[in-house]
């Protein structure tokens, strides 16, 4: 059974940077490909990173191409999303998800499972 949780949200000034975390408890994170999503307060839940089981392949939205980076150590079944020169528009709760779908799937609908998400504050 999939149990995600992510870590490693905080506050952080603009030009910062944080590291996320989301583990599968479960154990079976090498054979998924994993998302992130967030959702600002006020906004729908949006994609923004997609990483396949292997590694290999991985696709970034728009807002975040160039200063986030996904990554993850199947080993220690643990995604990774590695955030540069936050801007206060970064703001939100940041949630992993994980699903066997083709890695082109960018809809929150349908994920088969998710975490409770971490909050990341950017602000001075």
């Known amino acids: 059974q999939v149990q995600l949780v992510e870590s490693g949200g905080g506050l952080v000034q603009p030009g910062g940077s944080l590291t996320l975390s989301c583990v599968d408890t479960?154990?079976?994170?090498?054979?998924?490909?994993m998302r992130w999503f967030r959702q600002a307060p006020g906004n729908q839940r949006e994609w923004i990173a997609t990483?396949?089981?292997?590694?290999?392949?991985?696709k970034y939205a728009d807002s975040v191409k160039g200063r986030f980076a996904i990554s993850k150590d199947n080993a220690k079944n643990t995604v990774y999303l590695q955030m540069n020169s936050l801007k206060v528009e970064d703001t939100a709760v940041y949630y992993c998800?994980?699903?066997?779908?083709?890695?082109?799937?960018?809809?929150?609908?349908?994920?088969?499972?998710w975490g409770k998400g971490t909050l990341v504050t950017v602000s001075s």
């Open positions: 998800a994980a699903d066997k779908r083709a890695t082109s799937v960018v809809d929150e609908a349908g994920m088969a499972y």
């Open positions: 479960g154990g079976t994170l090498g054979s998924y490909t």
């Open positions: 990483i396949n089981w292997s590694g290999g392949i991985k």
